[in-house]
């Protein structure tokens, strides 16, 4: 039963989380800059600032779409970001390119989380399956379990190595945005505010997997020690 309440109570946790970071986007999507920079210029901005020569800007289709690949060193942004100059969107923008500081700078938890991602794309692939087996095999062949824990184990490894990451390239963005006077006093707070939502979401997603993995663990443990 405490289980039970735990998972639920991350579950609305991760709910306001995604309501909240919508909320504030929409709010400070309403505010301008007084720079009067779009979300494409603030990017390359920063990226300039940091003597990233190689590294494009381009939009992609969605909303809160905003992610850096570093396949092919890009720095993709939603239409949202890419042509607003809003505070919202220069703190996106501004966040998305401290992922490609940090792949410049090989930061320590960025190389980490991309020499695991092939890993944890292979398991993302084939856990549910796996674990779907285990339960329907779990009296006959347990081991199968084990399995599925070990691959879903890893998924959630990959969230939380994923925080540090996440957290720092909002630090870097916000230090860049106050130092090359993107933002103003006011609207620094605003760009803080929006990008510690976005951060909380990713606490409570890591959380909420960690709850999921102990869930699967207990399962386990009980169907092996009834034999």
């Known amino acids: 039963m405490s289980y039970w309440i735990l998972f639920g109570a991350i579950m609305l946790f991760s709910l ?12 400070y999507s309403k505010v301008t800059l007084s720079s009067g920079l779009t979300g494409r210029e603030v990017a390359q901005k920063m990226l300039n600032d940091n003597g990233l020569y190689d590294v494009k800007v381009v939009s992609v289709e969605g909303q809160l779409t905003d992610h850096y690949n570093p396949e092919n060193k890009t720095v993709n942004l939603s239409p949202d970001v890419y042509y607003n100059n809003s505070v919202a969107a220069a703190a996106v923008a501004a966040h998305e390119c401290g992922h490609a500081v940090q792949h410049a700078k090989a930061y320590t938890w960025l190389t980490m989380r991309s020499q695991m991602v092939p890993a944890v794309s292979f398991a993302s692939n084939w ?3 796996i674990l779907l087996g ?3 095999l779990i009296n006959t062949f347990p081991s199968l379990m084990l399995i599925g824990i070990a691959l879903f184990a890893l998924t959630t490894l990959f969230s939380f190595v994923t925080l540090p990451v996440e957290i720092d390239a909002s630090r870097r963005a916000l230090a860049w945005l106050s130092g090359a006077r993107v933002t103003s006093y006011e609207t620094q ?4 505010d929006a990008l510690k939502w976005a951060a909380y979401t990713y606490v409570v997603a890591a959380l909420g997997s960690l709850a999921t993995l102990l869930y699967y663990v207990l399962m386990y443990l009980g169907a092996t020690n009834d034999d």
């Open 16 to 27: 306001l989380a995604s309501e909240g970071l919508k909320r504030k986007f929409k709010k």
């Open 189 to 192: 707070d605003q760009a803080k």
């Open 127 to 129: 856990v549910q399956w």
């Open 134 to 136: 285990g339960m329907l």
